[in-house]
């Protein structure tokens, strides 16, 4: 594991205040639209993806993430998927049903989007989305990933991640989603 990889680690596992790449993350834990703790478990390799939002019969909800792939993005754009997944938690995305080693099956593309929205408002809210060459930085990393039956195009959501956070920007002070 590299060392940017065990420091965004670190933050997730503990909801610390760290500086990492000049901005301060502080990260606070992850929970569901009920209410309940959703643990981040980082030693999914087996996952074909980036990150799942899932279900675990003994644990909950939780947030899985393949260690190999979150390591080739930057801390900003891995602290926005932190986010994305734990907003399919948020906003009831998830039920007992979902099987935690596997992609959330059956979220429409609208249920994505409405989790990048989730985390464009609490990155700005976290402070570590501060400008729109922030979220160009994320939006970057993803603008070449092809549609799929449950996910928009990378282009299609950060047009929307834009349009989010304009959205963010109206909205009062001390504001959550």
């Known amino acids: 594991m590299n060392a940017r990889f065990a420091l965004i680690a670190l933050v997730l596992l503990l909801g610390s205040e760290v500086f990492a790449q000049g901005m301060p993350l502080i990260v ?9 703790m959703v643990p981040y ?5 087996s996952i074909p993806t980036y990150a ?5 019969p003994q644990v909950g ?12 993005f930057s801390v900003r754009f891995n602290m926005y998927a932190y986010l ?15 099987d935690p080693h596997r992609k ?4 429409q593309q609208a249920k994505e989007l409405d989790a990048d929205c989730y985390a464009v408002a609490k990155g700005m809210e976290l402070g570590y989305i501060r400008s729109t060459n922030d979220l160009k930085e994320i939006g970057m990393q993803m603008i070449d990933w ?13 047009k ?3 349009t989010c956070a304009q959205r963010a920007v109206q909205v009062p002070q001390g504001y959550t989603r």
């Not at 909800?61 to 080739?72: G, H, R, S, T, Y």
């Not at 994305?84 to 979902?98: A, I, K, N």
């Open 28 to 36: 606070p834990g992850c929970h569901n639209a009920q209410g309940r």
């Open 52 to 56: 799942a939002a899932g279900w675990h």
């Open 104 to 107: 959330i099956h059956g979220i």
């Open 160 to 162: 929307h991640m834009l």
């Open 84 to 98: 994305h997944e734990c907003g399919h938690h948020r906003l009831g995305h998830v039920t007992p049903y979902m």
């Open 61 to 72: 909800p939780i947030i899985l993430v393949n260690p190999a792939i979150a390591a080739k």
């Open 41 to 45: 478990v980082i030693e999914h390799e």
């Open 146 to 158: 092809p549609e799929d039956p449950e996910h928009p195009s990378g282009e299609v959501r950060f």
